[in-house]
């Protein structure tokens, strides 16, 4: 009789052992599983945190966004002007006056680098990770005096020789792999220097002796039925009085009519649109690089950054660009109509970058 008892009390102990047990076993399951969906969202909440758009301007003034409405100002630890920005390799890179540069994660945070000289940088490009083989040379920045720097991690740079003393004012990486030529830099008087690596420089004759201010590279490569490559203009240079230079093999640069007499800033490509900027709130379109069309842009402020963000937000591809006064100009809609964003500055700004 107590045999049976203890029997009994055992299978009622296993029993609840078993089904405990499962409970906390379940119980457990649960919680790694909460766990990890916390980590995730942790990892996502820590990537959305990374503006996507980065304005730099005046007095070390940085401004960043995720939306295109909401601009924050940030520390950048400098009163010196800032001059270009850009976006590669997971860092943004600015550059300014009296060899300033600066590098950040995330647009927020922002730490100097060494740079070397003293000389002003104007503007700073990046290979943004394509598949280079110039890996020394992942972001290059240029500026006053003919100066030429590269770096492959946007934190420790090397002065080149760029054979020239004229300032160089703008800078852009050419992608493509048809040509020899990776990087193309403008300057004053007509300065057009070209390199394969951005160690080793050649000057190429642009044809015109006004400034040229900025350069992008286009890229707009198709084949016909019979296989001969079609181009449109691939690279595109603009500059002071208007001046605007195009070429398809990035060596015989030619000069198309603007339609203006003012200075023209920066220029981007997007959504088969060429757009360039300048003074006195002009910006000018095109479908091809060779006839341009004048937009209102709604302000009279100089515009000297532009670029272009590419199905943002989901699929609403937009250009913004930024100017004096801290103005800050989005249009999408190809440049025809444009809507002004509160800066909440004064300043100018100089440049604008997108994080692809």
């Known amino acids: 009789m107590?045999?049976?008892?203890?029997k009994s009390n055992l299978l009622i102990l296993l029993a609840v052992f078993i089904v405990g047990g499962c409970g906390n076993f379940s119980g457990n399951y649960e919680e790694i599983e909460s766990s990890t969906s916390s980590e995730s969202t942790t990892t996502t909440t820590s990537s959305d945190s990374t503006a996507s758009f980065v304005a730099v301007g005046g007095d070390g003034t940085i401004l960043t966004s995720s939306d295109l409405t909401t601009w924050t100002s940030r520390e950048s630890g400098t009163s010196n002007s800032l001059n270009g920005v850009t976006?590669?390799?997971?860092s943004y890179v600015a550059v300014g006056d009296n060899g300033t540069i600066l590098t950040s994660p995330d647009g927020m945070t922002w730490t100097s680098r060494t740079s070397g000289t003293s000389n002003s940088l104007s503007e700073v490009t990046s290979t943004k990770e394509y598949n280079c083989a110039c890996a020394h040379s992942t972001f290059v920045a240029v500026g006053d005096n003919g100066t030429i720097l590269t770096s492959p991690d946007g934190t420790t740079?090397?002065?080149?020789?760029?054979?020239?003393?004229?300032?160089?004012?703008?800078?852009t990486y050419v992608r493509h792999s048809i040509f020899?030529?990776?990087?193309?830099?403008?300057?004053?008087?007509g300065t057009t220097l070209m390199s394969p690596d951005g160690i080793s420089w050649t000057s190429r004759t642009s044809g015109t002796t006004n400034s040229l201010n900025g350069v992008a590279y286009i890229g707009n490569h198709t084949v016909a039925g019979d296989g001969t490559m079609l181009t449109s203009s691939d690279l595109v240079a603009v500059g002071d009085n208007g001046t605007i230079l195009t070429t398809s093999n990035a060596y015989t640069l030619t000069p198309r009519t603007s339609g203006i007499s003012n200075s023209l800033s920066e220029i981007a490509y997007g959504d088969s649109v060429y757009m360039t900027v300048g003074a006195n709130g002009h910006v000018i379109t095109s479908p091809d690089g060779t006839t341009w069309t004048s937009r209102t842009?709604?302000?009279?402020?100089?515009?000297?950054g532009i670029t272009f963000a590419n199905d943002y937000p989901f699929g609403n591809s937009t250009f913004v660009t930024v100017g004096a006064l801290?103005?800050?100009?989005?249009?999408?809609?190809?440049?025809?109509t444009w809507a002004s964003r509160a800066s909440g500055i004064t300043k100018s700004?100089?440049?604008?970058a997108y994080k692809e």
Request: net charge positive; glycine share 18%; charged share 10%.
């Open 157 to 171: 740079w090397t002065s080149r020789t760029s054979g020239t003393s004229n300032s160089l004012n703008g800078v």
């Open 326 to 336: 801290g103005t800050i100009l989005t249009s999408s809609d190809n440049g025809i």
């Open 349 to 352: 700004l100089q440049g604008v």
């Open 297 to 304: 842009s709604g302000t009279s402020s100089g515009l000297s």
């Open 180 to 189: 020899l030529t990776k990087f193309v830099a403008v300057g004053d008087n």
């Open 2 to 6: 107590n045999l049976g008892n203890k």
């Open 87 to 90: 976006f590669g390799k997971y």
